[in-house]
């Protein structure tokens, strides 16, 4: 799936995210905030000035969020994103309190939302994984020009072919109909238990 439908998906299904940034003395501090917009070029949030979560956002734009969905741990679905903040202040303001109408029982008149700034995460990569079906499926995404910088396992050339790993596999996401046999990285968990059982030390971990 794209970007811009992961991006949708944060808003529109979720909504709700906890949110990781940290303070002055480099401590993470974590705050439940509602992604208001999506688009190609990102998500949008707001906050108001006087809050320490704006003067957070202000020392160190960076953040990263999590979201879940799903009535129990097994039909979960969840994204997590890693990103980078600009202020655009209150453009698109209007366009938060028409999409978002429970926003103006917080905020109620024009003069009470002049506390508010808007802010977007213009560039991030992220994850998202899927507990509810079998074997269960993860992907990576990438928007505003980010690198996605995450580890995977790999099989090398070392391999001999003893399918020890795939027994050991709790996702059954070793392709052994070759060699080196191939681990499906969609489905697979990140237990490194392929790693640990390996008795030729074939399979190490690293960026895609």
Not at 43 to 55: M, P, R, S, V
Not at 85 to 106: C, D, H, T, W
Not at 115 to 134: H, M, P, R
Not at 171 to 194: A, F, M
Request: glycine share 6%.
């Amino acid at each position: 799936m794209s970007a811009e439908k992961y991006l949708q998906m944060i808003q529109q299904d979720i909504h709700s995210v906890v949110f990781a940034t940290t303070d002055k003395d480099h401590f993470p501090v974590t705050c439940v905030i509602d992604i208001m917009l999506s688009d190609k070029d990102g998500l949008y949030f707001l906050t108001a000035k006087g809050k320490a979560f704006y003067e957070r956002l202000k020392n160190q734009p960076i953040i990263s969020l999590t979201g879940m969905k799903g009535t129990d741990t097994l039909s979960s679905k969840s994204i997590t994103l890693r990103g980078e903040v600009r202020e655009i202040g209150q453009e698109r303001l209007s366009e938060i309190f028409n999409q978002n109408p429970y926003m103006k029982a917080i905020y109620p008149n024009r003069e009470s939302r002049t506390a508010l700034t808007v802010f977007q995460i213009y560039k991030g990569n992220g994850e998202f994984f899927d507990l509810s079906c079998k074997p269960i499926f993860r992907e990576n995404f990438s928007f505003g020009g980010m690198v996605n910088h995450a580890l995977y396992f790999f099989v090398t050339d070392k391999c001999n072919g003893c399918k020890l790993c795939a027994n050991a596999c709790p996702q059954n996401c070793i392709d052994i109909s070759v060699c080196p046999v191939k681990i499906k990285q969609e489905h697979c968990l990140h237990c490194g238990k392929c790693k640990e059982i390996c008795p030729l030390q074939a399979i190490e971990r690293r960026l895609q």
